[in-house]
């Protein structure tokens, strides 16, 4: 794999904000992606950073950090149904690769 | 577009019998990636294609995995003999710039 690591849980509050952060290889890449994944459900896009800097869709964000190899999503205004697994996944040469994934937990 | 299109979505066989999955892509798709997901494991990445042709399967278990995509709009996996521990979920994924995943197919071995 492409040495994908991202932390395995969060837990937060309704309405908080939680960053969850990626770190990956910088060989070969050519840009980074972040997936929601429900229980029994495939993986839906969230976001795809190529140059540096943040960018905002929403209540959500990415942040892309070439030279460091470094990546987070930022859930602003969480609420229940963002209760999921969200994948980090790093294109390098052109195959694309994901972490185990970190499982949030909103609680009420 | 009707997106990723997987068949069987749900598949129960025994062992030693030959399992094929389908996959039709994203029209203009030119990336094709199979996975398999599992909780211990999480998503692998088994093969991928660009334009048809294979270019990675360096995640492909064992001889007993084989992929094709003899045209744009279609792509087989197919596990001959399966096994108990091929149990997963396997997706379907294409690609130009977005990767979208179709809803999989969840494969039990007993």
């Known amino acids: 794999g492409q040495n994908i690591d991202q932390p395995t849980e969060m837990t937060a509050t309704e309405g908080a904000i939680v960053q969850i952060n990626c770190t990956y290889q910088?060989?070969?890449?050519?840009?980074l992606f972040w997936y929601q994944q429900h229980a029994g459900e495939a993986p839906t896009f969230l976001s795809y950073n190529v140059l540096d800097g943040l960018e905002e869709k929403g209540r959500f964000s990415s942040f892309l950090s070439r030279s460091k190899g470094y990546s987070y999503l930022l859930l602003k205004e969480l609420q229940m149904k963002d209760s999921a697994s969200y994948l980090c996944?790093?294109?390098?040469?052109?195959?694309?690769?994901f972490g185990a994934g970190t499982t949030v937990t909103v609680r009420a | 577009d009707a997106g990723v299109i997987q068949s069987p979505r749900h598949e129960v066989t025994e062992m030693g019998q030959e399992v094929t999955l389908r996959c039709k892509p994203i029209?203009?798709?030119?990336?094709l990636f199979w996975y398999r997901q599992t909780m211990m494991r999480g998503l692998e990445l088994l093969i991928y294609f660009n334009n048809n042709v294979p270019i990675d399967d360096s995640g492909m278990p064992e001889d007993r995995f084989s992929a094709k995509m003899p045209n744009a709009s279609f792509s087989t996996l197919k596990i001959q003999p399966s096994e108990p521990r091929d149990s997963a979920v396997y997706f379907c994924?294409?690609?130009?710039?977005?990767?979208?995943f179709g809803e999989g197919s969840r494969l039990t071995v007993l």
């Open positions: 029209s203009g798709h030119d990336y």
């Open positions: 994924a294409s690609m130009s710039g977005e990767l979208f």
């Open positions: 996944a790093s294109l390098n040469d052109y195959k694309l690769s």
């Open positions: 910088t060989s070969g890449f050519n840009g």
